[in-house]
């Protein structure tokens, strides 16, 4: 069934990307999902991955986590987080230190959830007529203040980072830019990989990140059983471009971030957009550059995807190689196990898949052979029907040229006596090399004469008696001759079509031949069965 795109909301075509571009599903199987989990991307993403659709029911889920409040906007959420960070801080230097020194076994592993970035639309809702006329005023104010500074800003730099370290201070929650034009996952993917080859000075594809948002790489290692290491960087810290430099474009960490056998796939972003902001607040992230592994963990649950190990702050490539290696190492035996299983169904997928194609191959085999077979039983039957028919009417010709050589015979005058004078000698020569003379009244025909010859073995008492009942003519047939008489010298063939008497055509007496024309007429029904 073909699917309407235009027929969609803004809302339900956004649902619908973010979920064909995380499971790569054909549109008419991901728009009926979609409808059950009432275009919430995140919830039909998880069932899709988790493969209880039909055991769970996605509208029910879906219903309750649409009766849950909106997620606050983002400048709310910031202002709620540092008030947190300030109410609390040796809850957060608590929290740093736990995440510089990673997890401990599978019990301490904290999960790490798939972030979906929520469109703009549904973190904005447009203000009605009315107060956004009321607020007309202070709207204008707002943004003269705010080209002021930064107008400020501009000419003097360091002024916005003195009051960046005076109210939040270089432990606070990250800050995103909300000038920044909100794109796609993929695109803001492919913003920031560019913006850190220029600013750099890296050759593309140097350092190997994911070309696509956040959910893309989470699922991606999910379902290829792969580790997910998720890079935050925040261009406000002073520590970003030094981790960079240092550790991040070193030689070593490139060489195994490269590495296939590590199974790694790399993902980060800046904070200034705003999926990595999500990511961050979603990860509990409070220092930056801020560096997670992430993979799934089998001993939790068999969907489950955790937090390995953490490390924010500036770290030198070989502790944090260290640490990422500590942690795969550990790790690797519950990975590969899985590896093995999949490998296994999917080997015993492949051999299924070759079974039911090889016997659909011989199926349709048979069916071909079937086929021929009905059609040759069928034009067997044809032919043996045309034959069965072809007979039948040479045996009712027969029959009914049988009837009327004895019908015609009985009607054919005597031969006239002496008593009468005005009659026609004929002698013919019939093709058995036989020649008969005969009499014939002078006003009989030539069709007569040619009655004569066509009945004259009943006539002679050849063919049987004719002195049985009278029989009729056969109805609806016309008798045709299959010959004609001809005189020898001069040549001349009289033609039973011209009709005529036989005085007429003849005269008082003639010499005639039969001459049979059966098997010119069969020479010609060759050449054209031939034909």
Request: net charge negative; hydrophobic share 35%.
């Amino acid at each position: 069934m073909a699917i309407d795109i235009t027929a969609l909301s803004d809302e339900q075509q956004l649902a619908l990307q973010q979920f064909t571009s995380v499971t790569d599903q054909e549109l008419d199987a991901a728009v009926p999902l979609l409808q059950k989990c009432q275009w919430n991307a995140q919830i039909a993403i998880t069932r899709f991955f988790d493969g209880d659709a039909d055991t769970i029911d996605p509208t029910t889920e879906a219903a309750a986590a649409a009766q849950q409040p909106p997620p606050p906007s983002q400048s709310a959420r910031r202002t709620e987080t540092l008030m947190d960070s300030i109410a609390s801080p040796r809850s957060s230097t608590s929290r740093s230190r736990r995440n510089n020194n990673g997890g401990g076994g599978d019990g301490g592993l904290e999960p790490a959830p798939r972030v979906v970035p929520t469109p703009e639309s549904q973190l904005t809702q447009p203000v009605p007529f009315p107060f956004s006329l009321l607020l007309l005023p202070f709207n204008l104010t707002y943004a003269i203040f705010q080209r002021v500074l930064g107008t400020v800003g501009y000419i003097f730099p360091f002024i916005p980072r003195l009051l960046n370290r005076f109210y939040s201070g270089r432990a606070s929650q990250p800050s995103r830019d909300v000038r920044r034009r909100p794109l796609s996952p993929r695109d803001t993917a492919e913003r920031f990989t560019r913006e850190f080859e220029e600013e750099y000075g890296v050759e593309a594809g140097t350092v190997p990140f994911h070309p696509s948002g956040y959910a893309s790489a989470f699922d991606m290692a999910k379902r290829e059983v792969k580790y997910l290491l998720v890079l935050l960087l925040s261009p406000e810290h002073d520590d970003t471009a030094p981790f960079i430099r240092e550790t991040l474009l070193s030689p070593s960490f490139l060489t195994y971030l490269k590495e296939p056998r590590n199974n790694l796939i790399l993902w980060a972003g800046s904070l200034a957009d705003a999926e990595p902001y999500q990511v961050a607040s979603a990860l509990n992230a409070t220092r930056f550059p801020y560096v997670c592994l992430i993979a799934h963990t089998p001993s939790v649950s068999t969907t489950a995807m955790s937090k390995l190990v953490n490390s924010a702050g500036l770290v030198a490539p070989e502790e944090l190689l260290g640490k990422l290696r500590s942690a795969m190492h550990s790790h690797d035996a519950q990975l590969e196990r899985i590896r093995s299983q999949r490998r296994e169904q999917l080997a015993s997928r492949s051999l299924r898949q070759e079974q039911e194609s090889a016997y659909e191959r011989s199926l349709a085999a048979d069916r071909e052979k079937a086929r021929r077979r009905r059609e040759e039983e069928a034009e067997r039957e044809k032919v043996e029907r045309e034959e069965r028919e072809r007979e039948e009417r040479r045996a009712d010709e027969a029959r009914k040229v049988a009837q009327w050589r004895r019908w015609r015979a009985q009607t054919i005058p005597s031969e006239p006596g002496v008593e009468v004078k005005d009659v026609v000698r004929i002698s013919l020569r019939l093709p058995s090399g036989e020649r008969v003379v005969r009499k014939f009244r002078a006003e009989a025909g030539v069709e007569e004469l040619y009655a004569f010859v066509e009945c004259y073995d009943l006539l002679s008492g050849e063919a049987g008696d004719l002195s049985e009942k009278e029989l009729q003519q056969p109805e609806g047939y016309r008798h045709e001759y299959q010959f004609r008489l001809v005189s020898p010298m001069p040549r001349e063939v009289f033609e039973v079509e011209k009709g005529g008497t036989i005085r007429e055509r003849i005269g008082r007496s003639g010499n005639l031949i039969v001459e049979k024309t059966l098997g010119e007429e069969e020479e010609e029904e060759e050449d054209n069965g031939e034909a």
